[in-house]
T-cell receptor
Framework: QKEVEQDPGPLSVPEGAIVSLNCTYS??????FMWYRQYSRKGPELLMY????GNKEDGRFTAQVDKSSKYISLFIRDSQPSDSATYLCAMSEGSGGGADGLTFGKGTHLIIQP | DVKVTQSSRYLVKRTGEKVFLECVQDMDHENMFWYRQDPGLGLRLIYFSYDVKMKEKGDIPEGYSVSREKKERFSLILESASTNQTSMYLCASSLLYSNQPQHFGDGTRLSIL
């Protein structure tokens, strides 16, 4: 089973707040985890790429993976109106050929209120 | 930076027409993918290709075909367009291995009337 669950939102928070976006999954074989940001009428763009459990930080963004709980998070600090977008999580089992590819969540719509 | 270019941002076609959507990537990626994205349904994989002239069905291949004659170009073909194929179509590319992140184009919003 390859389901990935993600709350569709919308999630509305005031500017400057810390945002927490989450995905849960059922396939314990997932090892590679990604977060994409998608603005309206644009394609998804890669934000974060992590392997296995732990944290990864990039500027205002932190990706966290808890494989024991099958739970991943994306934190956005000092949120800005320009962060308003849909955020999709994606994950993959391993390094085989492209047959399996990525499994995507359906996305969470985030709104940062000025 | 990887650039994935889709030939049209918006396209309007009529029922029964044969429709071609084109995608080009400039990073010498082995894998290329076609998805459609619909509200509430997320991204659904139509077809992908891991090499020239190679193709594999995704989750929803019915009513579609693909062509990959050159490594950088991947075409999606709607053989006989129907109204239920009105959607946002996204092309992506990645390096060969399945753990590699995919890089997306900006999509083609296709309306079938």
């Amino acid at each position: 089973q390859k389901e990935v669950e993600q709350d569709p939102g919308p999630l509305s928070v005031p500017e400057g707040a810390i945002v927490s976006l989450n995905c849960t999954y059922s396939n314990s074989a997932f090892q590679y985890f990604m977060w994409y940001r998608q603005y309206s009428r644009k394609g998804p763009e890669l934000l974060m790429y992590t392997y296995s459990s732990g944290n990864k930080e990039d500027g205002r963004f932190t990706a966290q993976v808890d494989k024991s709980s099958k739970y991943i998070s994306l934190f956005i600090r000092d949120s800005q109106p320009s962060d308003s977008a849909t955020y999709l999580c994606a994950m993959s089992e391993g390094s085989g050929g492209g047959a399996d590819g990525l499994t995507f969540g359906k996305g969470t719509h985030l709104i940062i209120q000025p | 930076d990887v650039k994935v270019t889709q030939s049209s941002r918006y396209l309007v076609k009529r029922t029964g027409e044969k429709v071609f959507l084109e995608c080009v990537q400039d990073m010498d990626h082995e894998n290329m993918f076609w998805y459609r994205q619909d509200p509430g349904l997320g991204l659904r994989l139509i077809y992908f290709s891991y090499d020239v002239k190679m193709k594999e069905k995704g989750d929803i291949p019915e009513g579609y075909s693909v062509s990959r004659e050159k490594k950088e170009r991947f075409s999606l073909i709607l053989e006989s367009a129907s109204t239920n194929q009105t959607s946002m179509y996204l092309c992506a590319s990645s390096l060969l291995y399945s753990n590699q992140p995919q890089h997306f184009g900006d999509g083609t919003r296709l309306s079938i009337l």
